[in-house]
């Protein structure tokens, strides 16, 4: 009998350290993890935009004939990141990057931009999902977003400074019409240029989805400086 209890104990205690390892694992490695890969994406896109500055400009001989359309925004790569993104609401320390596509591969980088939505600053609805927790918690207070908060991005170019005017607003993961290009329950009446962030609810589940939607403020050069929302 001593043996059959001493078996469980140990059998029980086993069990409770292997929990203990899969909680540690999920707050606090994963998001080591997920902050050092984020941090390496923001490199990389600094990187780009440091040479592509440093390249020289070329100007072409003025002609005759019909000025020329201006070019269409190159398209994203799946996985690869295209902009940084700042939300002085969570910090003004909180910064992450934005990468193609809402795969559980990216989404460990960073934020995903939903593949088919409209491009950043073009007319439309740029849609970003991000994690509420694990992997770097980038979206963990999202609940504290309120109408009028600044979510501010950069291209390497240009500043893009979106304004919140509904939100959070809790829905479902099958209600799919939060990304559309105006989307119905936005309260927009009209085609713009839109902003629609996405993140789990409640905290630790995924049963529903928290959204806020913006709308495209202003916009400005890089070399102008940061924006006004960006400065304390």
């Known amino acids: 009998m001593r043996v059959v209890v001493r078996t469980v104990s140990e059998l029980c205690i086993t069990v409770g350290a292997l929990i203990v390892l899969f909680v540690v694992y999920v707050l606090f490695w994963t998001g080591v993890r997920a902050d050092g890969a984020m941090n390496h994406q923001i490199d990389v896109l600094q990187g780009q935009w440091a040479k592509q500055t440093a390249q020289p400009r070329t100007t072409a001989a003025p002609t005759a004939s019909a000025p020329a359309r201006p070019k269409a925004p190159a398209a994203y790569s799946p996985g690869r990141?295209?902009?940084?993104?700042?939300?002085?609401?969570?910090?003004?320390?909180?910064?992450?990057?934005?990468?193609?596509?809402?795969?559980?591969?990216?989404?460990?980088?960073?934020?995903g931009h939903y593949r088919g939505t409209a491009q950043l600053g073009q007319k439309g609805n740029f849609a970003v999902a991000g994690h509420r927790r694990t992997y770097g918690?980038?979206?963990?207070?999202?609940?504290?977003?309120?109408?009028?908060?600044?979510?501010?991005?950069?291209?390497?170019?240009?500043?893009?400074?979106?304004?919140?005017?509904?939100?959070?607003?809790?829905?479902?993961?099958?209600?799919?019409?939060?990304?559309?290009?105006?989307?119905?329950?936005?309260?927009?009446?009209?085609?713009?240029?839109?902003?629609?962030?996405?993140?789990?609810?409640?905290?630790?589940?995924?049963?529903?989805?928290?959204?806020?939607?913006?709308?495209?403020?202003?916009?400005?050069?890089?070399?102008?400086?940061?924006?006004?929302?960006?400065?304390?």
């Open 81 to 111: 990141p295209f902009a940084i993104m700042y939300i002085p609401r969570l910090g003004f320390t909180w910064n992450k990057p934005v990468l193609e596509d809402t795969a559980v591969s990216t989404l460990k980088k960073g934020l």
């Open 137 to 232: 918690d980038p979206f963990k207070d999202f609940p504290r977003l309120r109408e009028g908060d600044a979510v501010v991005l950069t291209d390497g170019t240009t500043w893009f400074t979106y304004r919140i005017d509904k939100g959070p607003y809790k829905t479902v993961p099958t209600d799919v019409e939060v990304i559309d290009p105006l989307p119905r329950k936005s309260g927009y009446t009209r085609e713009g240029r839109y902003l629609t962030l996405t993140t789990c609810d409640p905290e630790w589940g995924h049963s529903h989805r928290l959204i806020v939607w913006a709308h495209l403020d202003s916009t400005q050069p890089v070399e102008a400086g940061r924006p006004r929302a960006l400065r304390r």
